[in-house]
């Protein structure tokens, strides 16, 4: 009988949050566009609109950006979307050839009505009340720039990551500062993708925030770019997205080679870019991951350009581990050898306990 009271509270004070939810959209107007790119996703694209159907606040508009898909992926959009009955709006737009996952999300940013956009993948999945939990502080407060939901990660076979603990509790980062210390904080790993995050489209516009077009791991450039800028940061400890893992996606599917010309791209980007004021915070947390691809990649003008960038604003007196592996990963072979040697290497200094002058 108590089991039975808990569940029947538990329900009631779920259809109480919903429905205050709902009293204060139609207060305060605020309006949401998701935005799911959608190419060769057959046999995952229902799985991910039956979610988005699902959703416990279910007034906002879905942007489906056909990327010349060459499958039946949009028809199963369509035939969904021809039955379905309800007050979500459905749009489809179309690229005529295909142009790839940035430009398609920047299609959808530039079709987006919404006050606030969410990005989700077409393989990916999110939770009955993703929308609601994630907008609910903005109810409350609509100078929110971003909510930052959780997340955990599946393969076709099995559960690649459980919930974690970085959001314990739900935290309202009112200022850039400590946004910024989010974003360096090595403990709670910051999540790079632009899936899972509601964020102001206002804001987006403002930055002029676009993904770049035919760019691996678009999303660190994103996530580095905005976390130049943003100065009011919800976090809710609430499971909201499902990321599925396949062995035939985007980035698993290319050459390393090619991987790594991504990266070096990438990080020739941010090393462009640093923050001033803040160029070694930023090149100190992108160091060990520019190094694992720079002592496996040619040595281009580029990618000597990007190094000496990062060299140039860690000194060693301050950063004597992070000046060590740059210097290693540049007179290391460029081979598998090398980056054994590499791993191995930086295992050690980063256990090492150097004072910092």
């Not at 935005?35 to 906002?60: A, D, G, M, W």
């Not at 987006?112 to 109810?139: H, K, N």
């Not at 603990?165 to 309202?172: A, F, M, S, T, V």
Request: hydrophobic residues 35%.
């Amino acid at each position: 009988m108590n089991q039975i009271k808990s569940i029947k509270n538990c329900s009631i004070k779920k259809l109480l949050v919903s429905l205050q939810s709902q009293m204060c959209v139609n207060k305060k107007r605020i309006t949401i566009s998701l935005i799911i790119p959608v190419y060769r996703v057959s046999e995952y694209i229902e799985r991910c609109l039956k979610s988005v159907i699902k959703q416990t606040y279910n007034h906002f508009e879905c942007i489906l950006v056909d990327d010349a898909s060459p499958d039946d992926s949009i028809a199963k959009c369509e035939q969904m979307i021809a039955v379905y009955e309800g007050p979500i709006t459905f749009r489809i737009l179309c690229h005529q050839q295909n142009r790839g996952l940035s430009a398609a999300r920047n299609t959808g940013i530039d079709a987006a009505t919404g006050d606030y956009i969410l990005f989700i993948d077409s393989d990916d999945v999110i939770s009955d009340d993703c929308v609601e939990r994630l907008m609910t502080p903005v109810l409350k407060d609509d100078s929110i720039e971003m909510v930052i939901g959780e997340h955990i990660r599946f393969s076709d076979t099995k559960l690649l990551s459980r919930k974690t603990d970085y959001w314990r509790c739900e935290e309202d980062l009112v200022s850039h500062e400590t946004v910024r210390n989010l974003y360096f904080d090595s403990k709670r790993h910051y999540p790079p993708s632009a899936c899972n995050k509601l964020t102001s489209r206002a804001f987006i516009n403002q930055h002029h925030l676009r993904f770049k077009e035919r760019q691996i791991w678009e999303d660190s450039l994103w996530s580095f770019f905005e976390m130049k800028y943003l100065r009011h940061v919800y976090v809710i400890p609430d499971l909201t997205y499902f990321y599925y893992y396949r062995s035939d996606s985007i980035s698993s599917g290319i050459p390393k080679s090619e991987r790594r010309t991504h990266w070096g791209t990438v990080f020739n980007i941010i090393s462009a870019n640093f923050t001033p004021g803040e160029e070694s915070r930023e090149a100190a947390l992108h160091l060990n991951r520019f190094c694992c691809n720079y002592v496996r990649m040619p040595r281009t003008k580029e990618l000597r350009e990007t190094a000496r960038r990062f060299g140039k604003v860690l000194p060693f007196r301050r950063f004597p581990k992070e000046k060590t592996l740059l210097v290693m990963a540049g007179i290391l072979p460029r081979n598998y050898v090398g980056k054994v040697i590499f791993k191995y290497m930086s295992k050690h200094i980063n256990r090492l306990k150097i004072h910092c002058i």
